[in-house]
């Protein structure tokens, strides 16, 4: 699976909208993008995950780049409750298994 | 409610002493796996299963074993845990079809 590449810790303004980049500079065709968070030692929990399109769902919007090196999770109206680890991940397994999370991304939500 | 239950959430144990952390999920998931969380160190495979009966190790297996005896449960081994198996330790479950993996709520372990 590919590499990812994401900056260690953000903040964002509570109502704001948070944008969390990845690089996957390496990605192959076949490999999707997948957003997890995990809040303070909880089990992780799965956001959005897309191959090649830009995906919504009720929780954020994944922007993955024409040509695949890098996406942004957007959460559109950061809340308290959004403060998180955020992990990006590039994977081939369509299952979701053999995922390998990185360090990822602390985000604090700030008031 | 679809879920995935880890037993127990908290362990204090000694060196040696056998134990099972259990896991069960009922959403009829075919694939089931554990992690551990250390700091610094991010989630890190221990097991995984793709069905009944079939197993397969992850990146960091040493020290532990797995059963898959029905699709329900896969329960996490400790024939003779060590201090350097403390840690957080998260069993998931997804369907083996273009799903998100399922995360239970960890159990943290301490062996002393």
């Known amino acids: 699976d590919a590499k990812t590449t994401q900056p260690p810790s953000m903040d964002c303004a509570e109502g704001r909208a948070a944008n969390l980049p990845c690089n996957h500079s390496t990605i192959s065709g076949n490999e999707y993008v997948y957003w997890y968070r995990q809040i303070h030692s909880q089990g992780p929990q799965y956001i959005i995950h897309?191959?090649?399109n830009n995906e919504t769902n009720e929780m954020a919007s994944l922007i993955i780049t024409e040509d695949r090196k890098s996406s942004t999770l957007i959460l559109p109206h950061a809340t308290l409750r959004d403060t998180a680890v955020y992990y990006c991940?590039?994977?081939?397994?369509?299952?979701?298994?053999?995922?390998?999370f990185g360090e990822g991304t602390q985000l604090t939500v700030n008031p | 409610e679809a879920q995935v239950t880890q037993n127990p959430r908290y362990l204090i144990t000694v060196t040696g002493k056998k134990l099972t952390v259990t896991c069960s999920q009922n959403?009829?998931?075919?694939?089931m796996s554990w992690y551990r969380q250390d700091p610094g160190l991010g989630l890190r495979q221990i097991y995984y299963s793709m069905n009944v009966e079939v197993t397969d190790k992850g990146d960091v297996p040493e020290g532990y074993k797995v059963s898959r005896k029905e699709k329900r449960n896969f329960p996490l081994i400790l024939e003779s845990p060590s201090p350097n198996q403390t840690s957080l330790y998260f069993c998931?479950?997804?369907?083996?079809?273009?799903?998100?993996?399922?995360f239970g709520n960890g159990t943290r372990l301490t062996v002393t």
């Open positions: 897309g191959l090649k």
């Open positions: 998931a479950s997804s369907t083996v079809s273009n799903s998100p993996l399922h």
């Open positions: 959403m009829n998931h075919e694939y």
């Open positions: 991940i590039a994977s081939r397994e369509t299952s979701g298994s053999r995922l390998t």
